[in-house]
């Protein structure tokens, strides 16, 4: 007990454990996406709730990200008498990073924090024994639509937090800091490269898969009541955000050299 | 004793030296019981004495340490995924708490069962949840309201309507009349010896009220300490002899059984 040695190899193989249990959960999800029935309903259902429902709060972050990106590298650019660049730093950040990460740390907190509330309920109900026993698989009903909907509607809600991003820098552009209203959008259209769009689309993807994982995993295996599901329900959050933060990185590293 | 039974020699459940422990806590300890077909049976107990954990184990909800279950003489715990979802298809639950779906209306839960199973359109199951709503005493307009809008008995009534919907074979009831008036309550009880009946089904209940586990069962097993301490006919409770059994039928303070502080 008081060797440490002992201790750490006692967390690191805890720390295995759970992350080899973390991905079985995903194949089996995944595997479920070959075999019918499928539940189309329950699809539509979460792909309206991520898709549709967290507009308004990505549209919103997007917009201010945007006017503060173009506010705060005009300060800096002014100094090397670089401004005319600000178009394309604007772009630059919203399409590889800051759209798919601000858009997805949003969801996290929106989504990730309902399914994990949603299916802890139902863990502590009973409700996910009554699904074994109404002959459907919980896994199939409850897990892999919403992971379909998440890798489906991230890139969705990050082409809009992209298109939005850019207005909001274009705004403080034009009304405050006295770029012409074409020229901007110049700027901004002939510097851009597909694979910028396209990385951030491809994270997005990822990070919509985080989130609803992390989501279903907390609620799936929460226990104790009330209390287990408002745990469950943080770790959900903690760790998706921390995930996506991670994952961020490890995209860009790999995206670098295009 | 039912001479198809005797004929067959196979109880539609056995279960030999069922046992589960939840960390150092021992819940059963070697439970062996045999379960006729086509017959009530009523299991009794303290309150956390393992029943629900009892039934759980046998519709493969919870793994037991150690024991045999088999289902119409097959080893169910060895099956397959497949084959085990198959039984499963003949099964049917009411959970002690009801369990009802919150995100779906009464009538969706009621035929949840048959539209997995397609053996019924979306557009035929209101029709055929009115008519099961019925027969539990509930109104056809209540299949449109959610379940959080129901009162604890009415859940509970949906919640035996889904068990009952797809016409099962072995049907569990953990708790059937709890939280029902005693009216009510006697109308569940002749619900469920009818479908036992009509249906030829297998009914296992687990109740406190020893009135209606007479009416309900045709035999009766009485769980103590994580075994089955006694076995017999649900008519005899009250007077069987057993002096474990009958202080808790007649739910006198005096008695074998302690009222002992449950870990
Ligand atoms: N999932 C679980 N994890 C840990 N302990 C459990 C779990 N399920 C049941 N138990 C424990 O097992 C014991 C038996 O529980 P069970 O629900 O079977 O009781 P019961 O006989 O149905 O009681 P009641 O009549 O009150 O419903 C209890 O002490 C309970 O704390
Ligand atoms: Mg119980």
Redesign the interface.
């Known amino acids: 007990m008081l060797n440490p040695v002992a201790a750490i190899g006692r967390a690191v193989l805890s720390a295995c454990r759970e992350v080899g249990a973390l991905v079985l959960f995903a194949l089996e999800a995944l595997s479920h996406l070959l075999r019918p ?1 499928f539940y189309a309903r329950q699809f539509l259902r979460h792909l309206a709730e991520i898709a549709y429902f967290s507009l308004p709060v990505v549209a919103l972050t997007a917009i201010f990200t945007g006017m503060v990106l173009a506010l705060q590298s005009y300060t800096g650019f002014v100094r090397f008498n670089a401004e005319g660049a600000v178009a394309n730093v604007v772009v630059l950040s919203i399409t590889r990073e800051l759209g798919p990460v601000i858009a997805s740390l949003m969801v996290a907190g929106r989504i990730g924090a309902s399914f994990a509330a ?1 299916i802890g309920t ?1 863990r502590v ?3 996910i ?2 699904l ?6 919980p896994m199939k009903y409850l897990v892999t639509p919403r992971l379909l909907a998440g890798v489906i509607a991230l890139p969705f809600l990050v082409a809009v937090a992209d298109i939005l991003g850019v207005m909001g820098g274009w705004l403080i552009g034009t009304t405050k800091l006295g770029f012409n209203s074409a020229g901007y959008l110049k700027a901004t259209l002939d510097f851009l490269e597909v694979i910028d769009v396209v990385s951030g689309l491809v994270k997005a993807a990822v990070f919509g898969f985080v989130i609803t994982l992390m989501g279903c995993w907390c609620g799936y295996y929460s226990k104790g009541g009330a209390q287990g599901v408002g745990a469950a329900t943080t770790m959900a959050v903690v760790s998706s955000s921390i995930l996506i933060l991670a994952l961020d990185y490890v995209l860009t590293e790999m995206f670098f050299a295009q | 004793m039912d001479t198809k039974a005797h004929v067959d020699g196979v109880p539609k459940i056995r279960l030999r030296g069922l046992s589960k422990a939840f960390g150092d806590k021992k819940v059963l300890d070697g439970v062996d019981l045999d379960i006729r077909a086509g017959h009530g049976m009523v299991i009794l107990g303290g309150s956390g004495s393992g029943k629900s954990v009892t039934i759980k184990c046998i519709l493969g909800l919870i793994q037991p340490d150690a024991g045999t279950i088999e289902i119409d003489g097959r080893d169910v715990l060895a099956m397959g995924r497949r084959e085990r979802e198959e039984l499963n298809d003949r099964i049917g639950m009411l959970f002690q708490n009801g369990a009802l779906f919150d995100s779906l209306p009464v009538w969706e839960n009621v035929c949840f069962k048959l539209l997995a199973q397609k053996r019924i359109t979306r557009g035929a199951a209101r029709d055929k949840a009115a008519e099961v709503l019925a027969q539990v005493g509930l109104a056809a307009s209540v299949g449109d309201l959610s379940p959080a809008e129901l009162s604890g008995g009415m859940q509970k009534r949906v919640g035996l309507a889904r068990a009952i919907a797809a016409q099962p074979d072995i049907i569990f009831f953990d708790e059937p009349t709890t939280g029902l008036d005693p009216i009510m309550g006697a109308v569940i009880d002749g619900l469920i010896v009818d479908v036992v009946k009509r249906l030829g089904a297998t009914a296992v209940s687990i109740t406190h009220d020893m009135a209606s586990a007479r009416r309900i069962g045709d035999d009766a097993a009485m769980i103590h300490r994580g075994k089955i301490v006694w076995t017999g006919a649900a008519a005899a409770l009250g007077n069987t002899g057993n002096p474990l059994v009958d202080q808790f039928a007649r739910g006198e303070r005096e008695g074998p059984i302690q009222m002992e502080l449950r870990r």
């Open positions: 029935p949603e139902m109900t009973d409700q024994d009554a074994t026993t109404l002959s459907t698989n």
